[in-house]
């Protein structure tokens, strides 16, 4: 836990803000052109991980001089190598920007200084207590305070807790620096909807929602991120604009949980969750299709969620609907592993001393991420009932687990005879033809009925 204490939503902003007008929601229309904002020349993106370096990059395509700044040398070292987890055409233009003279990385926070506007995109993770580590947001923001300047635009897209934007740049500030939001320099938070690996998601077509701590502070930072998508919604405060992330994830949050539990429904019922589902999603309005899968893994949906109910902890506010979704999504590696036990009981055999082989370990398809994956959870566990795991993956050629230990992806798997298959993870592309050969396939995915002894969670 850290010691910042969450905005308290009944106040107003910050006083040291002027009387402005806040803007009432609207879509705005489509960026400017670059030239029709002579004042913004340069970007400082500061956070070069799974969104900040697709943001600088699009910056860049749009004509400004990016500076990329982040703490990590490794990281920064993978940047200037091209040896980052990027969409196709994000890789070549990293190539391109690397070789010209308007992008550059580094991790001198001083550099924040000479850009015309900073955008912040540092992780917001959780903790194992599963409450938010504020460590990286605050020391990134504390060095932005640090180094901005009079004239500025300073904003914020890490999905984090309502009034974070206030507490951790308009406060700061105003106190440490005298400058105030909206008078001498522009402050707003504008949450990331990249979707890694997925090309149809593109940023360009992706909406961004915008929210300043004045009218002028949104329409500043709207002409900004106009520059990375083609529609820009206002609402009326960094806080609104804060909250609206932290609903969109929790939504998906909990329509993922319901879905792993509509799979067990069908299953008990013996029915296919996947076919149920697609049926369903034939209905045009009212019902989002959502998946059931061995978990929810990766940097947002396991995470975000727990920054909303942190602070809701603190208004004795009851959330009883994202805490049961929450819990159930923690529970899912569990579920996997009773059933594993089950399907092996079934064949009259036990977990212990089997040998079974985890399929595809990255927390989605077409990532290399395994930040939250419910891998880990899935390997702890079959491995604390005795069973001897592996796992085959080319695009996670290690994996470290929770105790240290370092797995390497078992190359020679397809060849090899295992007790159980645990389908985790399918990339797109990925030849799992030998996978049918098998003759026991526990299919967390839902999406691999080719197996003939296959079963699902
Ligand atoms: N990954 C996603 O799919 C996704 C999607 C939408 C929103 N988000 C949000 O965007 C934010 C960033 O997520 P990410 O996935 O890009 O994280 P990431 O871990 O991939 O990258 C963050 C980068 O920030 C760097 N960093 C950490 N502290 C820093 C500091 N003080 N100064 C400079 N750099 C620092 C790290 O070294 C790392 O390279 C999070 O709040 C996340 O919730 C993520």
Known sequence: MTSTIPHQLAAAPSSAVPPETAAPPELLSPAPPADAEPGLRS??????????LPTALALHRSGVAVRGVDVSRRRLEAVRGGQVDLLPSDLLDLHAALASDGF??????????????????????????????????ESACRAVVDWARPGQLLVLTSTTYVGSTHDLLVAPLAARRGLVAGRDLHVAFSPERIDPGVVEHEQGRTPRVVGGTTAECTRRAADLVGRLTSSVHAVSSAEAAEMTKLYENTFRAVVLALANEVAGICRTLDLDAVEVTDAAATKPYGFLAAYPGPGVGGHCIPCDPHY????????????????????????????????????LSDQGRGLAGARVLVVGVSYKPGVRDVRETPALEIVRGLEQRGAVVAYHDPLVPELRLPDGRVLASATDAPQEQWDLLLLHTVHPGADLSWVSAHPLVLDATYRFAAAPQRHVV
């Open 43 to 52: 970007v400082a993106v500061v956070g070069l991980g799974y969104v900040g």
């Open 104 to 137: 550059s990385v580094g991790d001198d926070p001083t550099a924040v200084a000479e850009a015309d506007a900073v955008i912040i995109c540092v992780p917001t993770p959780v903790d194992d207590h599963l409450s938010p580590d504020l460590g990286p947001l």
């Open 308 to 343: 909303l109910l942190w602070q809701m902890r603190l208004h004795r506010t009851p959330t009883p609907l994202i805490e049961q979704a929450m819990t159930s999504i923690a529970h899912r590696p569990h579920e996997v592993v009773a059933r594993a036990v089950e399907v």
